[in-house]
């Protein structure tokens, strides 16, 4: 018989809606009930595409014996992190403390008052590599509700207040200028491996919002260095298999150093990031590599994330079928030779091995390889690769496809409207920008009441229940900005702001800091607060972004000081901790380089107005915001009182509050952006 998770609509909880676990959804009355059985809350949280969160809902919460014991003693409460990121925020800040480490899926035990007094992650059936098992576990924690509870309540006293003493000091007076720029960069260099790309050792993950960073830095500084970790990194993981070589899109992580060997679900919010970082490589290099991976990751983005409605799946899965009925991690993905040359035949399967790097020992598990591009020289016969690629394709096609989250997650939205309208703009692909229109439609129209608030996701086109977080403000705010620079139709830049005087109202704290949930947002244990870039962007570094892009196309001064004063957290983390704020640091580029203010006006028929619009598309120059229409159009700000001169169409760039004499020759605006 279902549980209560029956009628929700995040797929992670439905995945869970018929355990023998007599689940509850997070909310007032599951503690309610917690209170009135006088038992403690098994808090469980995860995501569907997490594999470790499939393994234990297999071996524990699909286990009569396990769910008899959680029913019996305790409260049992499942949340997906993608729909409660708050949530999830505050009990892994807990779990991190307590234990020096964290991930998924998180199992914490709280008090009927939510307060947490013990904690850990996966923990197995029976007791393994030194983890207890799940039903020790359960009992040791029943045991010491009924018989230690003065010392229980006494932990939770103690954690709760440990966290509410964390209010975070944002780093003082003032913007991060160009010696903290250049101790980030000193920084990243010193972490930066030099053999394989990217930062650090294994696992390692695409560092996008670091790779934006440096991309500006060299745009503004000229900085060599920079530009090589940048393309460098870019060039390795497009060989690597952490990219799909048949399919496009890029997996979450690689296990090793070298980007061979990925955890193999596929997020929407990577692959919008890193589509946009390949697009931005491109205008600085117009390398082919860089434009192949922007386009061919956009494509998998509408082709197997687009919903019905016009939005953005949250994520395929790691596992699917292997054939054989088990669900197997990369299975989808791997190759063997048998396979391929089943496929193939004997003749094209030997170059495809050579090509893809598949060998006979394989390079992932049981004898299968992932697909990469271990070879600097392009193939010898580019049209029989591409038949091998397309016969492989189709052939994969067949396998049992990984599951997808199709919730629509409105921060993970916007990071792809972005991706998607600049790539579509750069590229010529107004189809591209046709999918952003809709996914941004679809916002506005599911996601977003008649005061401009937030609902965080939605599903077959229906709002889901939770609010809007810190970084769906920002995210869709910097979609929405994207879009109104590639279309020129100005009521994207309103719906922006309308997003971001919310920031400022209802999100702000003193001198600047930011919090992830609103003022009036549910009240947790704290209120969540982190300005580290993770995966994404952290709401409080895009909301700085979109505010400084914002007030650059309008002029407004509360929405840039509401930007310089969220960027003093970056002057503090930037030169300590470069990788986990790279997005700061990206902002901050723009910033200091102004940011540059480019207006072109014209005819849109007119060729010379179109080239005028084209060069300014290629603006290197970071955080540069672009607006074009006809003269002193009323669509954006920045037209206003822009004539043409002499009858021709013109473009005007200003920065730092002073403006350049128009200019009429696209090569010389190029000199200007």
Known sequence: MPNRLAHETSPYLLQHADNPVDWWPWSAEAFEEARRRDVPVLLSVGYSSCHWCHVMAHESFEDDATAALVNEHFVAVKVDREERPDVDAVYMEAVQAATGQGGWP?????????????????????????????PEVLEGVKGAWADRRDEVGEVAERIVKDL????????????????????????????????????????????????EFLLRLHARTGSEGALQMASDTCEAM???????????????????????????????????????????????????????????????LVR???????????????????????????????????????????????????????????????????????????????????????????????????????????????????????????????????????????????????????????????????AGVLEDYADVAEGFLALAAV????????????LLDLVIDRFTAEGGALYDTAHDAEALIRRPQDPTDNAAPSG??????????????????????????????????????????????AVSEALLDGPREIAVVGAPGDEAFRELRRTALLATAPGAVLAFGAPDSEEFPLLKDRPLVAGAPAAYVCRHFTCDAPVTDPAELRRKI
């Not at 960069?185 to 996008?208: I, M, N, Q, V, W």
């Not at 007030?551 to 986990?580: D, I, M, N, Q, Y």
Request: charged residues 25%; hydrophobic residues 40%.
């Open 106 to 134: 998180m199992t914490v035990f709280l008090t009927p008052d939510a307060a947490p007094f013990y904690f850990g992650t996966y923990f197995p059936p029976e007791p393994r590599h030194g983890m207890p098992s799940f």
């Open 164 to 211: 509410a003493g964390r209010s975070l000091a944002y780093g003082g007076d003032g913007v991060p200028g160009e010696e903290e720029l250049a101790q980030a960069l000193l920084g990243l260099t010193r972490e930066y491996d030099a053999t394989s790309g990217g930062f650090g050792g294994a696992p390692k993950f695409p560092p996008s919002m670091t790779l």
């Open 238 to 300: 497009a060989r690597g298999g952490i990219y799909d070589q048949l399919g496009g899109g890029f997996a979450r992580y690689a296990v090793d150093r070298a980007w061979v060997v990925p955890h193999f679900e596929k997020m929407l919010y990577d692959n919008a990031l890193l589509c946009r970082v390949y697009a931005h490589l491109w205008k600085v290099t117009g390398s082919d590599l860089a434009r192949r991976v922007a386009l061919e990751t956009a494509d998998f």
């Open 304 to 466: 197997e994330l687009r919903t019905p409605e016009g939005g953005f799946a949250s994520a395929l899965d790691a596992d699917s079928d292997d054939g054989t009925g088990r669900h197997v991690e990369g299975a989808y993905y791997a190759w063997t030779p048998e396979q391929l040359t089943e496929v193939l035949g004997a003749e094209d399967a030997a170059l495809a091995a050579a090509h893809y790097g598949v060998t006979e020992d394989g390079t992932f598990e049981h004898g299968s390889s992932v697909l990469q591009l271990p070879q600097e020289a392009g193939p010898a016969d580019a049209d029989r690769i591409a038949s091998i690629a397309a016969r492989l394709l189709a052939a994969r096609e067949e396998r049992e496809r990984p599951g997808r989250d199709d919730k629509v997650v409105a921060a993970w939205n916007g990071l792809a409207i972005a991706a998607l309208a600049e790539t579509g703009a750069l590229f010529d692909r107004p189809d591209l920008v046709e999918r952003a229109t809709e996914a941004a439609d679809l916002l506005v129209r599911v996601h977003m009441d008649e005061s401009a608030r937030l609902t965080r996701t939605s599903k077959d086109g229906r709002a889901g229940t939770n």
């Open 487 to 498: 279309t020129g139709e100005g009521a994207w830049l309103e719906f922006a702001g309308f």
């Open 540 to 585: 409080w570094t895009a909301a700085a972004g979109a505010l400084l892009s914002y007030a650059a196309h309008t002029g407004s001064e509360a929405h840039r000081a509401a930007a310089e004063g969220a960027l003093g957290v970056v002057k503090a983390l930037g030169p300590r901790a470069p990788r986990f704020i790279g997005w700061g640091l």
